[in-house]
């Protein structure tokens, strides 16, 4: 469909009075003599319909070749009008890309029924993708702006596990930047690490669901505590996974998954080596790692190089290899992100 500055018809025709053929279209037409002109007057803009009157000296097979050569003419509407050997030329204009060939002789009234049929329909066409265009925008918005809502719960979920937590705010922030370092080092995409890491701020999502007395006591837990503590894997994938957002789901899988052990001696259970997703494997390092580090109302946090060796010496048992490997790949940004964001206090 043509922009309103583009003529609607170019007419390319040898006709001294070529007005007589233009006006067959009743539309804005340009008329042009040589081939040449015509490929300089739609070398950037497009038109509805583009006429070639066949004659000697004119290749218009050669013409209409070169005019769907353009990406922007590549679906314009293109009507030959044989001379001699009709036949022929119509064989060739058509492999060339002519939508339609009008033989001799010519017919005025036949001639602008096609071609007016042919600028309806190239219009309609245009009105149709314009549509699509518009559509596929507002598709585009919607998709944007539930992916953003999807996020802002996300974001809140987070705040509600700190706020329940005994751990300080920054313990999430810190697992979600390791996650990207290990996703980096195992050459995930970037929109793959992106998710696994928003998606496993909420791995304890599941402990709002433990008492105070558990989730804050200063001392060792009992074996009753213990279990009951263990339960936060399953509560926090049972608050999740029947989610329609896909990074809720995400979240319910990294969430019931992420104390699992390579090994086989994790809960709740008991996956081992790949049986155990991949982001649960990813956020395991992450988030052990980080408790390692930090403080807490019943331990100091470790020096990093501690809990470095720690991650080497359970890499195989506790943890998958490539995901301790490609964790300690990424090692000066993770001290990088410690250094700016401190575990060193407890909440």
């Given at each position: 469909?043509?922009?309103?500055?583009?003529?609607?018809?170019?007419?390319?025709?040898?006709?001294?009075?070529?007005?007589?053929?233009?006006?067959?279209?009743?539309?804005?037409?340009?008329?042009?003599?040589?081939?040449?002109?015509?490929?300089?007057?739609?070398?950037?803009?497009?038109?509805?319909?583009?006429?070639?009157?066949?004659?000697?000296?004119?290749?218009?097979?050669?013409?209409?070749?070169?005019?769907?050569?353009?990406?922007?003419?590549?679906?314009?509407?293109?009507?030959?009008?044989?001379?001699?050997?009709?036949?022929?030329?119509?064989?060739?204009?058509?492999?060339?890309?002519?939508?339609?060939?009008?033989?001799?002789?010519?017919?005025?009234?036949?001639?602008?029924l096609r071609g007016r049929n042919l600028i309806a329909l190239a219009r309609a066409q245009g009105a149709v993708e314009s549509q699509a265009r518009t559509l596929a925008r507002e598709v585009e918005r919607a998709a944007a702006e539930s992916q953003e809502?999807?996020?802002?719960?996300?974001?809140?979920?987070?705040?509600?596990?700190?706020?329940?937590?005994?751990?300080?705010?920054?313990?999430?922030?810190?697992?979600?930047?390791?996650?990207?370092?290990?996703?980096?080092?195992?050459?995930?995409?970037e929109e793959e690490g992106n998710d696994i890491a928003l998606a496993s701020t909420m791995h304890d999502i599941g402990k709002i669901g433990v008492a105070d007395s558990i989730l804050r006591k200063p001392g060792p837990l009992t074996e009753p505590e213990?279990?009951?503590?263990?339960?936060?894997?399953?509560?926090?994938?049972?608050?999740?996974?029947?989610?329609?957002?896909?990074?809720?789901?995400?979240?319910?899988?990294?969430?019931?998954?992420?104390?699992?052990?390579?090994?086989?001696?994790?809960?709740?259970?008991?996956?081992?080596?790949?049986?155990?997703?991949?982001?649960?494997?990813?956020?395991?390092?992450?988030?052990?790692?980080?408790?390692?580090?930090?403080?807490?109302?019943?331990?100091?946090?470790?020096?990093?190089?501690?809990?470095?060796?720690?991650?080497?010496?359970?890499?195989?048992?506790?943890?998958?290899?490539?995901?301790?490997?490609?964790?300690?790949?990424?090692?000066?940004?993770?001290?990088?992100?410690?250094?700016?964001?401190?575990?060193?206090?407890?909440?």
């Amino acid at each position: 469909m043509t922009n309103a500055a583009d003529p609607a018809v170019v007419v390319v025709t040898a006709r001294p009075d070529p007005g007589g053929l233009t006006r067959l279209f009743a539309a804005p037409a340009l008329a042009l003599a040589e081939g040449s002109q015509a490929l300089a007057a739609l070398a950037r803009g497009a038109a509805d319909l583009v006429v070639v009157e066949d004659r000697p000296g004119l290749d218009a097979v050669a013409l209409i070749r070169a005019l769907r050569l353009r990406p922007h003419l590549a679906h314009t509407a293109i009507l030959l009008i044989a001379d001699d050997d009709p036949a022929e030329t119509r064989r060739r204009a058509l492999e060339a890309g002519a939508t339609d060939v009008v033989l001799p002789p010519l017919d005025a009234s036949d001639l602008a029924l096609r071609g007016r049929n042919l600028i309806a329909l190239a219009r309609a066409q245009g009105a149709v993708e314009s549509q699509a265009r518009t559509l596929a925008r507002e598709v585009e918005r919607a998709a944007a702006e539930s992916q953003e809502r999807e996020r802002e719960i996300i974001r809140r979920l987070m705040l509600a596990a700190e706020f329940r937590d005994d751990q300080a705010g920054d313990h999430l922030t810190r697992v979600a930047g390791c996650v990207l370092a290990i996703a980096d080092g195992l050459g995930l995409s970037e929109e793959e690490g992106n998710d696994i890491a928003l998606a496993s701020t909420m791995h304890d999502i599941g402990k709002i669901g433990v008492a105070d007395s558990i989730l804050r006591k200063p001392g060792p837990l009992t074996e009753p505590e213990r279990f009951e503590m263990m339960q936060h894997a399953l509560r926090g994938y049972q608050l999740l996974h029947d989610s329609p957002s896909r990074l809720l789901r995400l979240a319910a899988e990294i969430a019931l998954t992420h104390h699992e052990r390579w090994d086989g001696a994790g809960y709740p259970q008991g996956l081992k080596g790949t049986e155990i997703p991949l982001p649960g494997r990813i956020t395991a390092v992450a988030d052990v790692f980080d408790a390692l580090i930090s403080a807490r109302v019943y331990k100091p946090g470790w020096p990093l190089e501690r809990a470095r060796r720690f991650l080497e010496e359970q890499s195989g048992a506790q943890f998958d290899p490539d995901c301790v490997a490609a964790f300690l790949s990424r090692w000066d940004d993770v001290v990088a992100l410690v250094e700016e964001r401190p575990a060193d206090r407890a909440a």
